[in-house]
C-alpha cells in the first residue's frame, strides 16, 4: 500500500472529525474565536517540523502561491464556518464532495491535469449526489416545482466552498513544490490565524457567544486544543500527499470524509435526516472514486 493513499485516508479521516469539531464550537463561540485558534494552534504544532527538515524555498513562486491561498482559504473558512454554523452538518457538509468536479477544471487550467473517461463518469454521480443532497425533506407536500431548493443559503456557501478548494487544493500544490509541506503548512496556518485575530478584533465585540455554556477555562479549552490538533494533522497528511501524487487524488480522498462528518453528525450531534444524506454521499463518493481510479 502506497504512502500517498494511506495518507490521503486519513486526510479524509481528520477533514471529517474536523467538521463535526466546527459544529460543536459555532454553538458557544464566534466565527473569529473558533477560527483563529483553530489555526495559530495547528500553525503552532507544525512548526517544529521545519527545522526537522531544512527547507530550499523558491521565494517568488512560493509568495505568490502562498498570497493566493492565503486570501482564498480566508474567505472558504468564513464562509464554511457559517454554513456549519447554521445548518445540520449531514446536509451541508456533504457539497464540499463536489471539490473534484470543479477541480477537474481548475486542476487542468493550473497544473495541466486532463480530464479522463473515467473523471467525465465520477463527475456524473457526484453532480447526481449533490442533486439529492439538496432535495427537501417534505417534497411530497411542496410539490415538484421545489425540486430544487435554490434558496437555501448554506447550500450555496458549501458550493461556493468547494470551488475555492478546487483552486487551492492546486495552489498549495505548487507552494508545496516551492518549499516542503511542514514549511508551507506552518505559514499558511499562522498566517490565516493572524487573519481571524485581526478580523476579530476589527468586528469590535464579545468572542464569545453563550459563555455560561462552556467555559473557555474548562470544556471549550479541550474542544480548540482538539481542533488545532486535528487541523495541524490533517494539513500535514493532505500536503505531503500532493507532494507524492495528483492532487485529484488527494483531494477526492479528503472529499470522502465527508461520509466521516455524516456518521458522527447523526452519533454525537443526533441529526436524523441521515437516510438522504447517506445516499447522496454515497454517490458522491462513488463519483470521487471514479475520478481517483
Do not use: D
Not at 530550499?56 to 457559517?82: D, G, Q
Not at 499562522?190 to 468586528?203: D, E, I, R, S
Request: aromatic share 14%; net charge positive.
Amino acid at each position: 500500500m502506497e504512502l500517498w493513499f494511506i495518507l490521503s485516508v486519513l486526510t479524509g479521516t481528520f477533514f471529517g472529525v474536523q467538521s463535526v469539531l466546527l459544529k460543536i464550537l459555532s454553538k458557544y463561540f464566534e466565527q473569529t474565536f473558533v477560527l483563529k485558534y483553530l489555526f495559530l494552534i495547528a500553525g503552532i504544532l507544525l512548526l517544529p517540523a521545519i527545522f526537522l527538515s531544512p527547507t530550499r524555498v523558491e521565494l517568488r513562486l512560493f509568495l505568490m502561491a502562498f498570497s493566493i491561498s492565503l486570501v482564498l482559504n480566508t474567505v472558504a473558512y468564513h464562509l464554511l464556518l457559517k454554513a456549519i454554523a447554521h445548518y445540520p452538518v449531514s446536509i451541508v457538509m456533504p457539497y464540499v464532495g463536489l471539490t473534484p468536479l470543479f477541480l477537474t477544471m481548475t486542476s487542468y487550467l493550473i497544473l495541466g491535469e486532463a480530464l479522463t473517461k473515467g473523471k467525465i463518469v465520477g463527475i456524473i454521480f457526484i453532480v447526481l449526489g449533490g442533486f439529492i443532497l439538496q432535495l427537501p425533506e417534505n417534497l411530497k407536500e411542496k410539490g415538484w416545482r421545489h425540486l430544487i431548493n435554490w434558496r437555501e443559503k448554506g447550500i450555496w456557501m458549501m458550493v461556493l466552498v468547494a470551488f475555492i478548494w478546487s483552486i487551492t487544493a492546486s495552489v498549495e500544490k505548487i507552494a508545496v513544490n516551492a518549499s516542503s509541506p511542514e514549511f508551507y503548512g506552518a505559514f499558511i496556518h499562522l498566517a490565516l490565524g493572524g487573519v481571524f485575530v485581526f478580523w476579530g478584533k476589527w468586528q469590535n465585540r464579545n468572542s464569545i457567544k453563550k459563555p455560561e455554556a462552556l467555559k473557555i477555562t474548562s470544556g471549550g479549552k479541550k474542544y480548540i486544543l482538539l481542533i488545532g490538533i486535528v487541523s495541524a494533522a490533517l494539513a500535514w497528511c493532505q500536503l505531503v500527499a500532493i507532494k507524492l501524487t495528483f492532487v485529484s487524488y488527494v483531494i477526492a480522498f479528503k472529499r470522502a470524509g465527508v461520509l466521516v462528518s455524516t456518521l458522527l453528525a447523526f452519533f454525537i450531534l443526533k441529526e436524523r435526516h441521515y437516510l438522504k444524506a447517506l445516499s447522496g454521499t454515497i454517490l458522491i463518493l462513488t463519483g470521487a472514486a471514479f475520478i481517483t481510479l
